[in-house]
Structure formats: C-alpha cells, structure tokens
C-alpha cells in the first residue's frame, strides 16, 4: 500500500460542475513596467486548473501580490490574468475585486468551464488580520461549494484566504500543495543517503532552525554565502569587510554543539564543512580574486566560494543520494560571483540519481535562470520561499494544516 498525503485533495471530492474557490500564488516578480518577469509560479498552478477544468467547474481563482497597504494599482493582478489566459489558451476572466456584488454577479452569470481570476486580497487589511467575516464574504460572494488551497507558497501565513476561510467551506488540497509537501517531507524524512545539504544565502538567522534540523537527519551541510562568513568569523578567521551577521555566538554554539552530540568532537568538520577558500571582490566588481579562508585581509570582501571548495562540495553531491539546497552560496546580484553558484547547479542536476529538491526564494530564481530545462534538470523546485523554508525546517504551515484529514490506509498523520 502506497503512502497517502495526509489531507483530503481535490481527487478526494466529486468536484464535478461545481464553483470552486481556489487559493493560488500569484506573488510574481514585476518588471520597472509592471509587466512579469517570471511566470513560474503561474505555470506551476496549471495542473489544479486542468484537473477542475476536467471536471467542468466554475473556478474562482484569488492570490495576494505584493504587501500593498490598500489599494494599489500598480499590485493589481490583471497582468497575470492575462499571462493565465495565454498559458492555458482560454480566456480568464479579471474582476477588479475580490468580494462585493459585482463578484456575485460575475461568477452567477458564468458558465461551467469558466477561469474568474479575483483582485489582489492585500487590497484588504483585514486578508492578513486572518478576518472571519472577509473569509465569509469571500466564501459568499463567489458562491462556492469547495475551497482548494494550491498557493503553496503563502501556507506558512495563517490569513483570511488561507486559515479562516477553511472554517467557512470544506476545504481541499490543490495537486500543488500535495506535490510541493509530499516532495520536501519525503527528502527531509525519508531521504537516500547520504543526504547532502547545501545551506547558502544571506543570514544565519533566517536559517538556524533549518540548519538545527539538517543536523538531525543529514550526513553532510556544506555550509556557503554570506551564511559562511558568520561560520568563519565565529571560528576566529578574519572576514575583513565581508556581509556578516553579529550576535549569532549564542545561536552558533548551540549548532556545533548539536554536531557534537551526534558524531564527535573529531568529526565536526565532516558534518559541518566550511569553504576552505572564498572569492572576494566588490559587489560593482568584474573581477573575482580567490583567498584561502586564512588569508582574508582587512579590505576584503567574500561574495562567492572559492575554487577549491567549489571541488570538495561538487565532490560530496557527487555520491549523495538526496540533495537538499537552500540559499545561494554566493552573491549572485553579479554574474562574477553567480559562478560557485552555477557549479553548485550543475554537480547538483548532473547527479542524476540522487532526488534533488531546491528551496528558498532567491535558490529557485537561481536555478530557473540557470537551468535551459525550466527546473525539469532537479527534481523539485520549490515555489515557496519562506514556506518551503518552514517546512524543511519541519515548521506545520497553517494552510495546509487547516484543511480536511485524510483518512484511510497509507494516511499517517
Ligand atoms: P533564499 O531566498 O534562497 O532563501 P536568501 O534570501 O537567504 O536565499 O539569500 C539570498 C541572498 O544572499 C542573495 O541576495 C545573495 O546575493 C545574497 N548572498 C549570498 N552570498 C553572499 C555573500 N557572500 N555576500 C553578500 N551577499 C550574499
Ligand atoms: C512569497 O513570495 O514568499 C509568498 O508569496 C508569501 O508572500 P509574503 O511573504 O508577502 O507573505
Ligand atoms: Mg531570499
């Protein structure tokens, strides 16, 4: 008996003909113009949209865009009704409001088959207060039978669209959150070993708990980015003027103490493995110089991993059988210092046995750039930042959380 995702989907529930209100991620990155610079997220909302289309429903779609302090038109989410419209070739319906007679009147009117995108629920305060009544009004004002939650990349929020609104209709998991969850857990819990971690990005502090679980279940985190710089300077090397964070002695302790308890003094190292050298450089720069770790003078700044540890890192995902990754391991605002970054990619898409699961916001805009292959070259790219964040670190994301249990054999809660 094959393992089942512990809550109730959309395949669970005869959806046929029915209104369904579906909670999408549309959070997409905008150009100066406005216009979307990356879809990815639309795209990966497609496989919920087919399956209802399928089954003849009338499909509501809503998303936030953006933290908008009211209404702003420059957040507003037609542009992505029109992306949609040209992804799925059908026309998508835009409403310039989420809740409100003219959405009653809108979904009322339309036939089964139709796509009815709604305005940007930031637009309203009371979408993050988590308000019962706007969930309510939702819930009334398109007129739906079902909730489905698909916007994976909002679960960690506990809002009206997400949370609240679970308490107003029953309520179903999209194939998204089902793929995105089922793919995360299972490299976290039941990984191939070795599992090798690749923990980059900017702070230690956004990433501490997720580094304390990558202790428990990996064989190895190598450890880059600016994230490194805090490492190394806790260590005692000199950073010089390297992007590092202060006040993470306490926090670091307690990690390497963590280490300790489970393989030894002796083998930290092992476990917890530091670049051996760094290119440093200006963030303008377009040059890079590469300096063993012992060897940063005061002036210096590390914006990328060095060529040697490029080697040993691509070595370790070389013969690993699970490969976790989050954070870039460098600053990759700059081309010159993208480049540990793509070598990490490619030792981690040429391990083409190992499952690879890539996470975090700035990682996966990485890795769709890099890759020719549109993520296809890993075996997942998460669209969450901070959710996929949160559940590696083995948070429970309130969105996902609140919909109906799964019941039956192959269900563990
Ligand atoms: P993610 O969004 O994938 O979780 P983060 O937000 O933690 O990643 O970190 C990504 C940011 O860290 C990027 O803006 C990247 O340029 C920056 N960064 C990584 N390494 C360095 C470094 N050595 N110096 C300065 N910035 C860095
Ligand atoms: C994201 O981009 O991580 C999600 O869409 C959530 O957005 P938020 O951080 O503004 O809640
Ligand atoms: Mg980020």
Known sequence: MGKRFFKQTIRDVDVERQTVLVRVDYNVPLHEDGTISDDFRIRASLPT?????????????????????????????????????????????FIDDCVGDKVRQTVRHAPCGSIILLENLRFYKEEEADDASFAKALVKSSGASFFVQDAFGAAHRAHASTHAITLCLPSFAGLLIEKEYTAITDAMAHPAHPLVAVVGGAKVSDKIELVERLITVADKILIGGAMANTFLKYKGYEVGSSVFEDGQDEVLGRIYQKAEEKVGAERIADLLVLPPDVAVGNKQSSERREVAIDGIEP???ALDIGSRTIDCFSAYLRGAGTIIWNGPVGYTDNEVFSYGSARIALAVASNTKAISVVGGGDTADFVLKWDGNGGASFTHVSTGGGASLELMSGKKLPGIESLLDAYGPGVVH
Do not use: F
């Open 49 to 93: 949209i087919k399956y209802l289309l399928d089954h003849q429903c009338k499909l509501v779609l809503m998303s936030h865009l953006g933290r908008p302090e009211g209404r702003d038109e420059k957040l507003s989410l037609a542009p992505v009704a029109a992306r949609l419209a040209e992804l799925l070739g059908r026309s998508v319906m």
């Open 299 to 301: 002036e210096d700044m």
